[in-house]
């Protein structure tokens, strides 16, 4: 322990990773950071318990908040993407023997960490700075598709979690709208995470090819990201790019997202460099009759690296204190 004060449990749980950390309290820095894959877990309590059993075996947390990929509804968690069984914050308070335990969804967890993101923690896309003098929102493309807001009260900051990622793809050129098509046809549905996730540039990948009558070569998204110098990777990137856009900007005027709006997730940062020469920013604007409007939006590429875990500590801070003293269930 760093500290003299029990410390706090954190995490960041996708559908590959999961991530866990300690922290001693609200201005702490996570330490003893871990990435336990999820497929080696049967479920949330017994990753968690994984990590304080190797990582942290003379710590007792007196608190902790696990941020997961998936909706957190009626006292239950779900992580979409894991493989995981539902659950519930209690039955993983119980499992691991702690005083206080909350499971949150990780864009809410996402959302609370964007007040203390530095300027160095950012990358602005298009004109204009970030603020914290409204309401922000977060979009982020990784396993799959996160979306948030956070709005500022008399008391504090308050997230809004939700699906956004299950919205309909804004599809918008002739080509984006034969992908959207050919994506309804194979799956049923043309909701923007199927495209715009790490398997979602693989799809745009083999649809494009499929419209163009050549086969297609099997690229994992990573090596799609790492080839932006080929013209057919580049027109996937490109793609995905100027969807993205459109999407954030959708977000950005349903919730009035005046303060800003923040890209995250596992993706964007690989292609920093293709985001910032997209149609993103134009796509963005791009929403008669409302430009002028959505044009003093700035938007920015988070690169902190752990910014999910800073929202779980702000989490627990922003609840009641719990005494050490107490035992558990």
């Known amino acids: 322990m760093s500290g003299a004060r029990p410390p706090w449990l954190v995490a960041d749980v996708g559908g590959t ?11 702490g820095d996570p330490y003893r950071v871990h990435c336990l894959p999820t497929r080696d877990h049967a479920g949330l309590a017994e990753a968690a318990a994984a990590y304080l059993s190797r990582y942290a075996p003379d710590v007792r947390p007196s608190a902790a908040c696990l941020a997961v990929a998936g909706p957190v509804t009626d ?4 992580l979409t993407n894991a493989g995981w069984p539902k659950g519930t914050p209690e039955e993983v308070r119980a499992h691991l023997g702690l005083p206080h335990l909350e499971v949150i969804n990780d864009f809410e967890a996402l959302a609370l960490a964007l007040p203390r993101l530095r300027a160095d923690d950012l990358i602005p896309i298009g004109t204009g700075n970030p603020s914290t003098a409204g309401t922000l929102a977060v979009v982020g493309p990784g396993t799959g598709l996160g979306v948030a807001g956070l709005v500022p009260t008399s008391s504090g900051w308050v997230p809004l979690p939700g699906e956004g990622g299950q919205v309909d793809v804004p599809a918008a050129t002739d080509r984006e709208i034969e992908v959207a098509r050919r ?23 083999r649809y494009l090819a ?12 990573k090596e799609i990201c790492e080839r932006p110098g080929d013209p057919v990777c580049r027109e996937v990137l490109d793609m995905f790019c100027a969807l993205l856009g459109s999407l954030a900007g959708n977000v950005a005027l349903t919730l009035g997202a005046r303060g800003g709006v923040y890209l995250g997730g596992g993706i964007l940062p690989r292609i920093a460099d293709v985001l910032r ?8 604007e791009g929403k008669a009759p409302v430009e002028d409007y959505v044009r003093g939006i700035p938007t920015a590429l988070i690169v902190h690296p752990r910014p999910a875990l800073a929202g779980a500590t702000m989490r627990i801070a922003q609840t009641p204190p719990v005494p050490d003293t107490l035992e558990p269930a």
């Open 183 to 205: 994506l309804r046809d194979e799956h049923g549905s043309a909701t923007a995470e199927l495209l715009l996730s790490g398997s979602g540039l693989t799809r745009i990948h």
């Open 75 to 78: 006292g239950r968690f779900h």
């Open 210 to 221: 499929a419209i163009d009558g050549r086969p297609a070569e099997r690229l994992t998204a």
């Open 277 to 284: 020469a997209s149609a993103f920013r134009a796509r963005f």
């Open 17 to 27: 990773n999961a991530r866990f950390a300690l922290v001693d309290g609200p201005d």
